[in-house]
């Protein structure tokens, strides 16, 4: 049966995707929902909850609400006291099902807040029904398009890491990257958004050169490239193959002034009984490192995955599918969770991705 | 371009209406589009000789990512761009959902920049019953609402309702209130009750079109009666409308 999923879990939700990008950037952050995406959001996707600050908010929005479509303007008024009372440097509401359905107009009041307290406001329609890189993309694209303005000052030797999330991105992953940047003669001037700031972000214009980690962080460096001129370079250093990629394609970029994909070249071996379930630059990067395994991407909520593969490469959903594309493999890297569908005789290398299986492992 | 959004009670013409026009501009040079908005999906019936045309939500329910603006798009009499939202089968699904998904599905593809209409009228059914109906009214997409009605009690209290939708969304970049047609019934005091409707919602009655079985035979034939009786006093009265509606 098409769609049917026996033993795979799925991806964390757009509406997580939006709150995760924006996290830790001193915002107000609310999902309009009934009740549970804050708990589940927090307690399995979002690690910083338990170490830091963060004004993260569910609406609670009520059956009554919904029907008689009262739900945006209590919510204005929720967010607009609350923005009163803890001064956030900007407010986001995340849309999910049930607003997303009776066509709730979360523009609108973002728009009512940010008239009211002068702060700015964002809006993000998104349905809880596709994947994370939905939400992130939009909200990194729209958090990087308000506060990174003005004129450029291009600083030579500097780098803005994109599309950071921990969805994504494993705090241990960002120190190996900044490990690899400080040691080529680099220095990081943004990291959007894990353990950036605002401020920060507002620097990335003046980067000379992006380096993008993860897909989500396409549209927001493709802005800072056509807006700015700052080129960028896709891909995730994870081992001596990809540093030496990394390091080279940033040097390539910054002569150039084009964006690269550090796997851009590389072809994936068809018949390679060695495959890589996941985010397609992590995994991408990974085919890199060890040398012609196959990509399969489980996901299919941004617009950039299938210019980032090569032959040989291929976005599967569907568990059926998947589970017939695996009979032929002998080494599978992917999240932990995947074990249920391994074939025997197949070795699971595990590869945690926070965005599937949160924090089972 | 213009954006004008078209609503009143369920068969008080509107189609007939926005369709007579959307011909009359379109001969008049401009570039046309018509947006049916009701899950009836024959907005614009009376532009393709009564032929019916695919529905967005159809053809991306058949076609998914695949389908493309030409096949929601198609030219109509004197080259207005016909689209149809469309919608569940009655009784089913969510009207209102769909048209947002039409909505976005045309925002999509580029609809608007590709065609670069001049002109583009929304026509959405019966009554702003749900947040879907009043997607053609939101920033970003209609500039004026415009509501008819007949002077019958029916049409009134659905034209009150939606002109009250309006006004709630009043400074909040929503389409304002352009005016009301008054679409003749030959009902008893049918001016002075439209008149005071207007006064109700501070705006004015900005045309009224005549009664008349010649646009009644035109619609018979599949046709607007500007097409089909380009010199009647009836094409002549659409075209004064349509200029009015694009003028103010």
């Avoid at chain 1, 958004?193 to 980690?213: C, I, P, R």
């Avoid at chain 2, 919602?201 to 619609?219: W, Y």
Wanted: glycine share 10%; with cysteine.
């Amino acid at each position: 049966m098409k769609q049917a999923r026996k033993v795979l879990s799925t991806y964390s939700s757009d509406t997580f995707g939006v709150i995760s990008a924006l996290y830790g950037l001193g915002g107000l952050l609310v999902m309009h929902d009934a009740s549970g995406c804050n708990s589940t959001f927090t307690t399995h996707d979002e690690p910083r909850w338990f170490g830091d600050d963060g004004l993260v908010f569910v609406s609670a929005v009520t059956e009554d609400e919904a029907v008689m479509g009262t739900a945006g303007d209590r919510l204005a008024a929720d967010m607009i006291e609350t923005a009163n009372y803890y001064h956030p440097k900007f407010t986001a509401i995340a849309s999910t099902p049930i607003p997303w359905m009776t066509g709730s107009d979360i523009d609108l009041t973002a728009a009512q807040i940010e008239e009211s307290t002068g702060i700015p406001s964002f809006g993000f329609d998104v349905s809880g029904m596709k994947s994370y890189e939905a939400g992130a993309s939009a909200a990194l694209l729209a958090i990087t398009q308000r506060f990174c303005t003005g004129e450029a000052s291009t600083r030579k030797g500097t780098v803005a890491i994109l599309g950071a999330t921990p969805l994504d991105i494993e705090e241990e992953q960002l120190d190996h990257i900044s490990v690899l940047l400080r040691d080529s003669g680099k220095e990081v001037i943004c990291t959007s958004s894990m353990n950036g700031t605002l401020e920060e972000l507002a620097e990335a214009k003046n980067a000379e050169v992006a380096l993008v980690v993860s897909v989500v962080g396409i549209d927001q460096a493709e802005y800072l490239y056509k807006t700015y001129g700052v080129p960028y370079v896709i891909g995730l250093p994870c081992g001596p193959v990809t540093d030496r990629a990394v390091t080279d394609a940033l040097e390539k970029a910054i002569a150039t002034g084009k964006p690269v994909a550090v796997f851009e070249d590389a072809v994936s071996d068809e018949t390679s009984k060695t495959m890589i379930i996941g985010e397609v630059v992590a995994s991408r990067s990974l085919a890199l490192e060890k040398g012609g395994a196959r990509v399969i991407v489980p996901t299919q909520d941004s617009k950039h995955i299938a210019a980032l593969l090569s032959a040989g490469d291929k976005v599967i959903v569907d568990e059926a599918e998947l589970e017939n594309e695996l009979k032929s493999a002998s080494d599978v890297y992917a999240d932990g969770l995947y074990k249920f569908i391994i074939p025997s005789g197949a070795r699971l290398i595990k590869v945690h991705h926070r965005a599937y299986s949160g924090r089972i492992y | 371009m213009k954006k004008i959004a078209i609503y009143g009670k369920g068969g008080i013409g509107k189609s007939t209406t926005v369709s007579n026009m959307a011909a009359a501009l379109a001969m008049s040079g401009k570039k046309v589009m018509q947006i049916g908005c009701d899950p009836k999906a024959d907005s614009t019936s009376l532009l393709r000789g009564g032929i019916p045309q695919g529905t967005i939500l159809d053809l991306a329910r058949e076609k998914g990512d695949a389908v493309t603006l030409e096949e929601m798009v198609t030219e109509g009499f004197a080259g207005v761009l016909c689209v149809e939202a469309g919608g569940p089968k009655p009784g089913t699904g969510c009207a209102g959902r769909g048209i947002i998904i039409a909505f976005d599905k045309l925002a999509e593809k580029g609809a608007y920049d590709v065609f670069k209409p001049d002109v583009v009228f929304y026509d959405v059914l019966g009554d702003v019953v749900c947040g879907g109906f009043t997607m053609p009214m939101r920033g970003g997409y209609a500039d004026s609402v415009y509501v008819i009605t007949s002077g019958e009690n029916m049409a009134i209290h659905a034209a009150a309702n939606i002109a009250m939708a309006v006004e709630s969304f009043h400074g909040r970049g929503y389409a304002e209130l352009g005016g009301i047609i008054l679409n003749k019934r030959n009902v008893e005091r049918e001016n002075e009750k439209v008149a005071e409707l207007a006064d109700d919602f501070k705006t004015t009655v900005i045309g009224e079109i005549e009664n008349s079985a010649l646009i009644a035979k035109a619609s018979e034939q599949g046709k607007t009666v500007v097409e089909a009786f380009p010199d009647s006093a009836e094409a002549e009265a659409y075209k004064k409308l349509a200029m009015k509606i694009l003028e103010s």
